[in-house]
Nanobody, 115 residues
Framework: QVQLVESGGGLVQPGGSLRLSCAASRDLFSIYTMGWYRRAPGKQRELVASITGGGATNYADSVKGRFTISRDNGKNTVSLQMSSLKPEDTAVYYC?????????WGQGTQVTVSS
């Protein structure tokens, strides 16, 4: 069973930046398309960015041009660089495979964008 551990969240002012990281426990990580998801208060979890094993990326319209997803297959990590953050980006952020593995959800990392 893959274990995923997210880190890097915090409180940031609007317009600020944060970098999230996700560490995976298994070396099969490199064959998966990985994604960053988020769940905002009162909303369903949504996929905001994904990256294939080969590095092709895709973004939700709401974050396109502001977020950048990357991965290091050798270290089994996937990162999300977030810039020009908005209050509506406030959410708990999770990483998981795309499509998600139901038993692999971690605790997530809280991102709060507020002045």
């Amino acid at each position: 069973q893959v274990q995923l551990v997210e880190s890097g969240g915090g409180l940031v002012q609007p317009g600020g930046s944060l970098r999230l990281s996700c560490a995976a426990s298994r070396d099969l990580f490199s064959i998966y398309t990985m994604g960053w998801y988020r769940r905002a208060p009162g909303k369903q979890r949504e996929l905001v960015a994904s990256i294939t094993g080969g590095g092709a990326t895709n973004y939700a319209d709401s974050v396109k041009g502001r977020f950048t997803i990357s991965r290091d297959n050798g270290k089994n990590t996937v990162s999300l660089q977030m810039s020009s953050l908005k209050p509506e980006d406030t959410a708990v952020y999770y990483c998981n495979r795309v499509p998600s593995m139901p038993r692999a959800w971690g605790q997530g990392t809280q991102v709060t964008v507020s002045s």
